[in-house]
């Protein structure tokens, strides 16, 4: 069964520095998302992306994170300067009708 | 934006056990999904349900969408059960924005 997958599993970053996590999504879908989870807390929409741009945004998507979709296969995210407050589990999901398949995820820690 | 809130936040049951969560959610939805999150983090799929029943196996699920609330059944319970459920819904306005409730810690106990 074709899955969502992400790169990479953990990453470990200073403050201030900028991180790209990547996602390959299922090949047909059309639909891609970022979703965040900090420790302990609910899973929070970040934004998703339809035919390459921006189709909604959570308040949480500031100018430090943008998205694209560089070639026909992936789908990345960009933190431009982390804060520390950026820790988190950062998850991509795609669809192709209403169903969302989440990938396993990148566990970012900022020091 | 829509509310999702979830009971209870915490079940603790003996393996073989049965059990009912709970999702409420305050608004008409399109999208209703039920996920688990393992040990690790993983959010797995379980349903998309945003009206009617379904059945997996030992999991089944309802949603009565007029009375805007879900309900997920887990049958003879198994250690391998436990992990975190949440349930996540996208309003009829805002259909690709999932929101998720703030999950059920469920421990099966063997």
């Known amino acids: ?111 | 934006g829509i509310q999702v809130e979830q009971s209870p936040p915490d079940l603790i049951l003996q393996e073989g056990a049965n059990s009912t969560l709970r999702c409420n959610f305050s608004d008409s939805v399109n999208n209703l999904q039920w996920f688990h999150q393992n040990p690790w983090g993983q959010l797995i799929n379980l349903f998309y349900i945003p009206s009617g029943t379904k059945q997996n196996g030992r999991l089944s699920a309802t949603t009565v969408a007029t009375e805007r609330y879900s309900l997920l059944y887990i049958s003879s319970s198994q250690t391998t059960d436990s992990g975190v459920y949440f349930c996540a819904a996208a309003s009829s306005g805002s259909a690709r924005q999932l929101t998720f409730g703030s999950g059920t810690q469920l421990t099966v106990l063997p």
């Not at chain 1, 899955?3 to 639909?31: A, D, F």
């Not at chain 1, 339809?50 to 990345?76: A, C, H, L, M």
């Open chain 1, 1 to 111: 069964e074709p899955e969502v997958t992400q790169t990479p599993s953990h990453q470990v970053t200073q403050m201030g520095q900028e991180v790209i996590l990547r996602c390959v999504p299922i090949s047909n879908h059309l639909y891609f998302y970022w979703y965040r989870q900090i420790l302990g807390q609910k899973v929070e929409f970040l934004v998703s992306f339809y035919n390459n741009e921006i189709s909604e945004k959570s308040e949480i998507f500031d100018d430090q994170f943008s998205v694209e979709r560089p070639d026909g296969s992936n789908f990345t995210l960009k933190i431009r300067s982390t804060k520390l407050e950026d820790s988190a589990m950062y998850f991509c999901a795609s669809s192709i009708g209403k169903t969302q398949y989440f990938g396993p995820g990148t566990r970012l820690l900022v020091l």
